[in-house]
Every structure is written in C-alpha cells, then in structure tokens.
C-alpha cells in the first residue's frame, strides 16, 4: 500500500522559534499533498493543499505567512510554524494524493508543543 | 460547499455487540466518502471507502458502510465490536476537482466498549 511517512512524531520548541515539520510518501508520487490540524478531541482542520511545483492553497482563516508550505517534489512536503506561540500547539497531519481523485494517505501526525 | 455531519459524539457498546456510527453529507454531486479510525496520538488509517457501485461497501477489520442518496448518509456498521475497537472514528467527504482534491472531515465519533 501507499505510505506516508511524517517527522518528527514529536517536537518541543520554545516560543518564538520556527519548526519544519516534513511529510513524504515513501512509494509513490504524491501530486497533491495537504496539511490538517487537529485541536485536542476535535477534527481534523484542512489548512492547506499543496501541489508539487506550485504555491500552496491556504484554506480561509489560515495565516499563509505563520503557515509556510512547501512541495519542491513529488515525494516531500515540508509544512514551516514560523515564530510558533504556545497558541500554536496542536497535532498536525499530513496526507498525500498519488491522483486527482480523491485517494489519500495520511501521515502519523506530529505533535508540536510551543513553550 | 460539501459538509459531513456526525450527530454522535461519544458512543459506548458492550463487547460482542453490534455497532452503528451515523454520518450525513452535504454534497452536490456524488460524494467521495470515508471512514477513517484514530487511536490516540496516532494519524488515521483507511477503514473503507466509496466511489461508485455497489452502495454496500466492505472495509477492513470487518467493517461497512451503506451509501443512501436518499438519505445522505454513509453510516458504519461492524456486527460485533472488539476491545480494540476502542478509537476515534471520522466520516469524510471528498471533493474531487480539475487538480487537487480535498477531503473533508466530520467532528467524529469517539468509540467506547464496554467489557
């Protein structure tokens, strides 16, 4: 099957640092990949769909200049917190789309705590 | 815009027992619809999912769904409930356009057993 992988699992930054959080479909080339967050007992929040070799497509609400997506290949998306506040703190969840249907395959998610 | 509605927000059944998980879409075509389970901390894993065809689908772990247009509804169903089923379960909506598509989440429905 295909797989996404996503690192680090786990991060503690302090409050003010940048922190690269990456997703890569290990087996296949992914054309879309997106990125969700995830508050404590709630959904999963799209922020952003990012196509390989274009700007990303930031949801409404979503802050593109703290977000920073970048998916310089078909195999690596890199989701960039710049100067993260504890506010920012949250489990964030890639996945990625090998075709135009709709077909992911989500990422273990990254636990990103801000103190 | 598509929306996926999950009216239940924590459901306990008895081990061995049956269970159902509800789930109603909005959408203006035909939907692409999953179900996806988390256990905590984790990302989510594909249950099963629905394109076309036959409206009774067959997942993993011995899991389905029904698609009724008439209903707008994608419920899930396993005969018997295991221990392990204990998670987090997420109906989805996808939306397929000309190059990205996106999937939709529902608010969930966290799954107890009891022993």
């Known amino acids: 099957g295909a797989v996404v992988s996503q690192h680090p699992s786990r991060v503690i930054c302090k409050s003010g640092t940048s922190v690269k959080i990456e997703c890569r479909s290990l087996?296949?080339?992914?054309?879309?990949m997106f990125w969700y967050r995830q508050f404590p007992k709630k959904s999963l929040m799209l922020m952003a769909t990012?196509?390989?070799?274009?700007?990303?497509?930031?949801e409404q609400g979503v802050e593109k200049d703290k977000f920073l997506i970048n998916h310089a290949s078909l195999t690596l998306s890199t989701l960039t917190v710049t100067s993260a506040h504890p506010e920012d703190s949250s489990f964030y969840i890639c996945?990625?789309?090998?075709?135009?249907?709709?077909?992911?395959?989500f990422g273990q998610g990254t636990r990103l705590t801000v103190v | 815009a598509q929306s996926v509605t999950q009216p239940d927000i924590h459901i306990t059944v008895s081990e061995g027992a049956s269970l159902e998980l509800r789930c109603n879409y909005s959408?203006?075509?035909?939907?692409?619809l999953f179900w996806y389970v988390q256990s905590p901390g984790q990302g989510l894993q594909l249950l099963l999912k629905?394109?076309?065809?036959?409206?009774l689908v067959q997942g993993i772990k011995g899991f389905e769904a029904e698609f009724k247009r008439s209903q707008s509804s994608f419920n899930l169903r396993k005969p018997s409930v295991h221990w392990s089923d204990a998670a987090e379960y997420f109906c989805a909506v996808g939306q397929a356009s000309s190059s990205a598509s996106k999937i939709i989440f529902g608010s969930g429905t966290r799954l107890s057993i009891r022993p």
């Open positions: 996945s990625a789309s090998r075709q135009a249907i709709t077909e992911a395959f």
């Open positions: 990012s196509n390989e070799g274009s700007k990303a497509t930031y």
């Open positions: 087996d296949f080339q992914a054309t879309t």
């Open positions: 959408y203006g075509a035909t939907p692409y």
């Open positions: 629905y394109f076309s065809g036959d409206t």
